[in-house]
């Protein structure tokens, strides 16, 4: 049977990428949505075109319960997961005084409690097979701070230090576990900024270009082919942090 791959957010973005370049790669693909329904549909359908099935699932990742029924599923139809991409996450640009208590919690329930939920419910069936990949989608503003997304860069930084404190104990139960922290990609993610705020960013960025979702999701295939790399934050970021 091929591996079997959860990506979370898969309904727009880098993840509809990775569910996308994964699912016609051969991989059994269980593409994770929220509030998206439509996009994730279309997904399916311009997959199911060229004969390639992929499963759909509505969960929202920074719900415990949600989580358990997105891995209910899997686990019933499939027997094991291989491979989890924690994709999801959300963005929100505000000056650090102006961060109310929700606006904190909401972040960190996206894009750092999510992670731990669905790693805790997927890690029991990794560990019982002795076989297992998890890509943690993180942030560049996790390594250098960010300002007026100190909420966004907190939590990016938890997710790598998550990512490398499970490295360490997972290894032994043959568990590799990776981030990826990219730069700047052209997603909706970026639509606040406009043509001359992206035109300054290419300047400062030695390779004088936006990444796009490909770039990540080629390392995300590449990573869990991979049999020695764990524990590791790699930035694509067309050299814009060295
Ligand atoms: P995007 O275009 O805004 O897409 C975000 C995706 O995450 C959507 O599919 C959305 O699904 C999903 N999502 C958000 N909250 C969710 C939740 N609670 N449960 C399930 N799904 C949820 O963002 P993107 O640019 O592709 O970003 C993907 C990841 O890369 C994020 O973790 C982001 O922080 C990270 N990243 C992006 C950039 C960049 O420049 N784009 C840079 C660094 C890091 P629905 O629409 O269905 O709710």
Not at 145 to 161: L, P, T
Not at 202 to 231: A, F, M, N, R
Not at 236 to 241: A, E, P, S, Y
Request: glycine residues 6%.
């Amino acid at each position: 049977m091929n591996k079997v791959v959860i990506v979370t957010g898969a309904s727009r973005g880098i993840g509809r990428d990775i569910a996308k370049r994964l699912a016609k790669d051969g991989y059994i693909v269980i593409a994770n949505y929220n509030k998206s329904e439509d996009k994730a549909k279309s997904l399916q359908q311009e997959l199911a075109s060229e004969n390639i099935n992929i499963d759909i699932f509505k969960a929202n990742v920074s719900k415990r319960d949600e989580v358990k029924e997105l891995i209910k599923y899997v686990i019933e139809k499939y027997k094991k997961i291989d491979c989890l991409v924690n994709n999801a996450g959300i963005d929100q640009v505000k000056m650090f005084l102006d961060i109310t208590d929700d606006d904190w919690n909401n972040i960190i329930n996206n894009n750092l409690n999510s992670v731990f939920y669905t790693c805790q419910e997927v890690l029991p069936y990794m560990i019982h097979e002795k076989n297992g990949v998890i890509i943690n989608i993180s942030s560049i503003w996790g390594l250098t701070g960010a300002s007026c997304e100190s909420h966004y860069a907190v939590s990016k930084a938890g997710v790598d230090a998550l990512t490398k404190s499970l490295a360490k104990e997972m290894g032994p139960s043959n568990i590799r576990v990776n981030s990826i922290a990219p730069g700047i990609i052209d997603t909706e993610m970026n639509d606040n900024l406009n043509k001359d705020e992206k035109e300054s960013l290419k300047e400062e960025i030695p390779l004088h270009k936006i990444g796009k979702v490909d770039d990540i999701s080629s390392c995300v295939e590449w990573l869990i082919e991979d049999e020695y790399i764990t524990g590791q934050v790699i930035s694509i970021n067309g050299g814009w942090l060295i």
